[in-house]
């Protein structure tokens, strides 16, 4: 029934040989490859699958071969073989994930350099973005140090109040029109360009999770293509995702078998649904007097931007005594874009029953960055929607909905919206993180369950859920199998009891 096929090959085990599989689980634990522990294979019924490497004079083999383990029809691991060590009859090896999962073949691509997408370049599209859903918003940006020659100066999609939308001139001067991104549709664009679907995506239930923007300042030339990786920082997608764990509590769960990804969210981690497991045998429970007590502290990237000032005190969070000895310290590699309260007037075009020019004042609430630009900037900040914010200096009657401002903020001012600030009421720290770190994680029981070959379906579903046994329910942690050529040795799990 075990099966672990090399490069196309399938391997022979020795008689009384056992494979064991490690899982653990990213929503509690820092992301890692999925492994087993070194084991032997019998070199010489095997060395055709790795190119005869006892031939004295064959020193530059392969050491990384392709790998699966299977177990009946399923697929425990998918990866590759490393080997360790070669003697006259036997091979050593392990299997991990690395390099042959998502995470090996696409975490350390650079945003700005993979291919996300792109679409034609179209003013039409960009004005639809800010009534639309569209992967991007272009929504304004004041920035006082955009100077660039030939272009409106201090503003990025500087929007017209006359006619209502965005154009690519302004009294004859170009218009630096730049798309910001949806986060949510970034992570999307990520797997889905790499050939893998999203069967489940707890970010669907955050409210408004979509309208949170990735602010990018770019200047985009002359060209009939808008490339949505032009519109990113320069980081790795290993740092977007862990950015996501960091910031939004969120895990991503790949299944190499199908090809599926799951994004699971920490506010999750006392889960509706639970699967009942029969225990074999147990019990051994672990105290970690590190995790006793433990303190956490959340805080952005520190940024030298006058319109960040007045956040300050609320970029950061602090769950206890900051020179407790069990301090977890959570530096993000983002922040905000602040907001000011923008006054400004304009001309309609009408004139009064004097004959005099009627000049309309609006108070609006205008994205605002002050920053020396870095290629690795990494802003967010909340797409408000189109605001009505006019006030009225003449008696005229106006249509005020014609005057409708694109807003953004730290903040969402929309039903149900959330914050991205730490210390607030509608806080990332209250909505994301304070179910976990209000779990006691210093104890860990390790459980023997009775095998059954319908958990190898997904193996994962056991982190995504929480487990019954005895009447206790838990949060699984880890997991571990140990297989026999012709039967499941044992499945062990270390689980949090809650």
């Given at each position: 029934m ?19 599989v ?19 294979l ?16 064959n020193n ?7 790998a699966?383990v ?17 003697s006259?009859?036997?091979?050593e ?7 042959r ?13 993979y291919n ?30 955009f100077t ?11 929007f ?9 001139t ?10 910001f ?34 602010i ?10 808008f ?24 895990a ?34 672990t105290?970690?007097s ?30 206890g005594d ?22 400004e007037?304009f ?13 309309l ?6 994205l ?32 005020i909905?014609?005057y ?6 730290p ?10 600030l ?5 806080s ?17 029981i ?35 199998i140990?297989?026999?050529p012709?039967r499941i040795?044992?499945?062990?799990i ?5």
């Amino acid at each position: 029934m075990l099966q672990l096929i090399i490069n196309g090959k399938r391997a022979a085990f020795y008689p009384d040989a056992s494979l064991s599989v490690q899982l653990k689980n990213s929503l509690l634990v820092e992301r890692k490859e999925d492994t087993t522990y070194p084991f032997t294979l019998p070199l010489s019924a095997n060395r055709h699958i790795f190119d005869f490497p006892d031939i004295i004079n064959n020193n530059d083999f392969q050491r990384h071969y392709p790998a699966t383990v299977m177990f009946g029809p399923y697929r425990i691991l998918i990866g590759e073989v490393v080997i360790t060590d070669i003697s006259a009859t036997e091979i050593e090896l392990y299997i991990s994930t690395d390099n042959r999962s998502f995470w090996g073949k696409y975490g350390s691509r650079y945003l700005d350099e993979y291919n996300l997408g792109s679409e034609l370049w179209s003013y039409n599209s960009f004005n639809a973005s800010l009534k639309e859903y569209k992967p991007y918003v272009c929504v304004q940006l004041y920035d006082p140090s955009f100077t660039e020659e030939g272009y409106y100066e201090h503003w990025y999609n500087r929007f017209d109040m006359v006619e209502v939308k965005l154009a690519g001139t302004l009294n004859g001067i170009k218009n630096n029109i730049c798309p910001f991104l949806r986060l949510k549709e970034v992570i999307r664009l990520i797997f889905t360009t790499a050939g893998y679907h999203i069967v489940q995506n707890e970010t669907d239930n955050v409210p408004r999770f979509e309208d949170i923007l990735i602010i990018f300042r770019h200047t985009f030339k002359t060209s009939s293509v808008f490339k949505y990786n032009e519109a990113l920082p320069h980081i790795t997608i290993g740092n977007l995702l862990d950015e996501c764990k960091n910031k939004f509590g969120l895990a991503f769960f790949v299944n190499e078998a199908d090809k599926s990804v799951k994004i699971l969210s920490s506010i999750h981690l006392r889960s509706d649904k639970l699967i009942s497991l029969e225990i074999l045998d147990g019990l051994q429970k672990t105290i970690d007097s590190e995790l006793e007590n433990k303190v956490y502290k959340f805080s952005d990237k520190s940024v030298s931007d006058q319109f960040v000032d007045s956040y300050q005190d609320k970029l950061s969070y602090l769950t206890g005594d900051e020179n407790s000895e069990n301090l977890d310290s959570v530096e993000c590699i983002s922040t905000i874009v602040g907001a000011q309260e923008k006054l400004e007037q304009f001309y309609p075009g009408i004139t009064d029953s004097s004959g005099e020019q009627v000049v309309l004042t609006t108070k609006y609430t205008l994205l605002s960055i002050n920053s020396e630009f870095e290629n690795t900037e990494f802003r967010l900040a909340y797409y408000n929607g189109l605001v009505n914010r006019i006030q009225y200096t003449s008696g005229l009657g106006i249509d005020i909905d014609k005057y409708l401002v694109p807003e953004a903020a730290p903040s969402s001012i929309r039903s149900g919206g959330g914050c991205l600030l730490w210390n607030d009421p509608k806080s990332l720290y209250n909505f994301f993180h304070k179910i976990r770190c209000e779990t006691d994680f210093s104890m860990t029981i390790d459980l023997e369950v009775k095998p059954d070959i319908l958990m190898f379906i997904n193996l994962q579903d056991m982190f995504f859920y929480n487990v019954v046994c005895r009447n206790q329910r838990f949060i699984v942690k880890e997991q571990e199998i140990e297989l026999f050529p012709d039967r499941i040795s044992s499945h062990k799990i270390t689980v949090i009891p809650i």
